[in-house]
């Protein structure tokens, strides 16, 4: 019944083997994974190439991203695709990142479907371009009914700024008598942030080696596993995803109590 999700190269710790995976699936498998898609820029360098063509590459990764956590079970994959802080790029960079979601999903929203994926969105729609807002809408509509993997991009989301709106409504509650100042609990508080339908994430994975969190998910992180790597989001890929998978799997044995059986 347990297959061996990731073979590992013997005695090296945390180094993994990319060849001839054995995989097998058994133990937890995350039931949420969230992603900050760094490094496209620094790709785009190195190649000599413009910094847009990192995110055209960014979007190619986030399809087979997408494939792969469906493959592997995974319900719900937040993307970091742009932030409330992204606005201060340039103009033409602000403008060709808020056309990549017409682009992905024109070209992938059949697949989506075949697939039951359903496309969500936290952030702000509002203040989006309305060929963004088009996009977006239209796929969470045509996708609303399935029920496989949550494809769940934050979009001109910043945490701070949805904790701040958490709090406002929440308030709005309080001064409307639906909520009393004493019964707020941080499962109200959760019933406020734009994840409230979502599991929180187990898994958090940001790629081009910045060791921060940037204004992600403050709310949700509070008990995520955090995995990091230098690689590049569009260099990332189907084995990336499944070593990251593997450490967080044995994180969970060794808080499973587990020492001393094969851990160390
Ligand atoms: C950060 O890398 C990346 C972004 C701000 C954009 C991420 C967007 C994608 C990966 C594509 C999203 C696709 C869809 C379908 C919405 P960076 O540009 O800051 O990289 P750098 O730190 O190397 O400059």
């Known amino acids: 019944m347990f297959k061996k999700l990731f073979k590992r190269n013997s005695n090296m710790g945390q180094s993994f083997s990319h060849e001839g995976e054995d995989l097998v699936m058994g133990e937890a498998i995350p039931t949420h994974i969230a992603i900050i898609m760094d490094g496209n820029g620094r790709w785009a360098k190195k190649r000599a190439l413009p910094r847009v063509a990192g995110h055209h590459e960014g979007m190619q990764t986030v399809r087979k991203i997408t494939r792969c956590a469906c493959d592997l079970g995974i319900k719900v994959l937040t993307l970091y695709a742009f932030s409330t802080e992204?606005?201060?790029?340039?103009?033409?960079e602000v403008e060709f990142l808020m056309r990549l979601p017409e682009q992905f999903l024109n070209s992938f929203l059949p697949e989506l479907m075949e697939r039951n994926i359903r496309v969500e969105m936290i952030g702000v729609m509002e203040t989006l371009p309305d060929y963004t807002q088009r996009a977006l809408k239209n796929a969470m509509k045509a996708t609303k009914n399935n029920t496989g993997l949550v494809l769940n991009f934050a979009m001109n989301y910043g945490g701070r700024a949805e904790i701040v709106m958490a709090m406002q409504q929440l308030m709005k509650d309080v001064e409307a008598g639906t909520l009393t100042i004493d019964e707020i609990s941080e499962q109200h508080i959760s019933q406020y942030v734009m994840t409230a339908h979502l599991p929180e994430p187990d898994l958090l994975i940001r790629t081009s080696g910045e060791v921060r969190i940037s204004n992600f998910m403050l709310w949700q992180l509070a008990y995520t596993e955090f995995w990091f790597t230098d690689?590049?989001?569009?260099?990332?890929?189907?084995?990336?995803?499944?070593?990251?998978?593997?450490?967080?799997?044995?994180?969970?044995?060794?808080?499973?109590?587990?020492?001393?059986e094969g851990t160390n």
């Open 86 to 92: 992204n606005w201060k790029r340039p103009k033409s």
């Open 231 to 260: 690689t590049h989001w569009p260099d990332f890929n189907e084995a990336s995803l499944k070593e990251a998978i593997l450490v967080y799997q044995n994180r969970n044995r060794r808080f499973g109590g587990l020492k001393g």
